[in-house]
């Protein structure tokens, strides 16, 4: 069982940065794939980065490359979203994820274990 706690939202304006951080619980998170997913009031969750179980590979949606970067610390069981040049559609509710498998992944139904969100709000 893993728990998922996110940190680090608030409300910023447009071109500023913020990071999310993610805690994790249980010791088979250096084990697990993470993923970083977001919404916006009236839209659908929508996938935003991915970081395998090692760190060594990552991925984006392509509105959010060049500004975000996933990271993680295994030793510190936390997982990290760093965001530049904020824009307000980046505006919404964050969610970490975890999978139980070492490989990247992009859909919600690839992950099992979900935080309870922090939010993020990007001022114009």
């Known amino acids: 069982q893993v728990q998922l706690v996110e940190s680090g939202g608030g409300l910023v304006q447009a071109g500023g940065s913020l990071r999310l951080s993610c805690a994790a619980s249980g010791r088979a998170f250096s084990m697990y794939a993470m993923g970083w997913f977001r919404q916006a009031p009236g839209k659908e969750r929508e996938f935003v980065a991915t970081i395998s179980w090692s760190g060594g590979n990552t991925d984006y949606r392509n509105s959010v490359k060049g500004r975000f970067t996933i990271s993680r610390d295994n030793a510190k069981n936390t997982v990290y979203l760093q965001m530049i040049s904020l824009k307000p559609e980046d505006t919404g509710v964050y969610y970490c994820?975890?999978?139980?498998?070492?490989?990247?992944?992009?859909?919600?139904?690839?992950?099992?274990?979900w935080g309870q969100g922090t939010q993020v709000t990007v001022s114009s």
């Open positions: 994820s975890a999978r139980a498998a070492p490989l990247m992944a992009y859909t919600q139904g690839d992950y099992g274990y």
